[in-house]
């Protein structure tokens, strides 16, 4: 199993396959994806073996993510290569799900338990303020047949919290959960190396809205070992739930259960460590003895926590680049 130096066990891999988006949220790619590197993205061959070698060291669960991850025409193949894999027991998605409805049979079909879309408003006009794409209702309908398919996927929505452009209205998010069977998590706005004005202006605390919720009747959900550093709730007259991911919040990196691995075959022990660790030599051969040494190795370096606190925001320039 792999384990760090502060007893942390890591079973969830993070594994992003593109850095390219189509979106240009403004939180994270505000003038929209500008190709600067190398777009040399892990191959299929590659993604198998990434898969294979962290399973054999005690991961159950991997996360695809981007850039958007639906933008590679091999998404299904990536999704059920990741299934596959012995050791293997939950692949999920995270997307903005701006062709959700026409890409979720094919998601489907290849095994996938789990998608996470991002909505950071429930306004269309809003939405399209956020993202500069009016895709809210396409978006909306695929989280509908997502919930109703036969095998139907664990659907959850990620909402980045900004002070000016959602978290005056999270009524209309309550209102959504009452008959909507989906966990909703609310995310504090992170600042990255490209935000730090916008993080400035627009960072709202969650501990608000969990103080509002708990006084509201919503009721703390006991967590699970792979369910990581989300704090959930409940509530008996809603269908949906409500996550909330507070990265400044006391003791946040204490129960961090997941390693990142890039598009480019780099290991990042943390979301604002310092430029990834390269993988990709020991990504070229079918024995994966060398690569699984090397992750382990890596590991060594985990630190305790990360120090956004300190505004050291590391190598992380959006999370585009790692996939959050
Ligand atoms: N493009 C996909 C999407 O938006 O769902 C996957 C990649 S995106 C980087 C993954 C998640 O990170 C999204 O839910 C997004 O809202 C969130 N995110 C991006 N930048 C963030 C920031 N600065 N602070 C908090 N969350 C952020
Ligand atoms: Fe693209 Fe996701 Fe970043 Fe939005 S949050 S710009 S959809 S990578």
Known sequence: MLTDNFGRRFYYLR???????NFRC??????????????????????????KAFSQLGTEKIRITGGEPSLRKDLPEIIST????????KVALT???????????????????????????????QFHTITGHNKLNTILKGIDMALSANNAPTVKV?????????AYDIQSYLDWLKDTPVTLRFIELMQTGDNKEFFDAQHVQGARIKQNLILAGWLPVIS???SGPAQEFYHP???GKIGLIMPYSKDFCNTCNRLRVSSQGKLHLCLFGESGLSLREQLQCDDLEPLKAQIVSLLGDKKATHFLHEKITGATKHLAMLGG
């Not at 594994?15 to 390219?20: A, E, N, Q």
């Not at 990620?158 to 959602?166: A, Q």
């Open 95 to 125: 997307t903005n799900g701006f062709k959700l409805p026409t890409h979720l049979p094919s998601w489907l079909d290849a095994g996938i338990d789990a998608i996470n879309v991002s909505i950071d408003s429930l306004d269309p006009r």
């Open 224 to 226: 699970d070992k792979s």
């Open 15 to 21: 594994l992003s396959i593109t850095d390219v988006c």
């Open 26 to 51: 403004n939180y994270c790619l505000p003038d929209g994806y500008e190709c600067n590197g190398e777009r040399d993205f892990l191959k299929l061959t590659e993604i198998s073996r990434v898969a």
């Open 82 to 89: 990741c299934k596959q894999t012995q050791g293997i027991k």
């Open 237 to 239: 007259d809603y269908q």
């Open 158 to 166: 990620n909402t980045v919290l900004m002070r000016e452009y959602n």
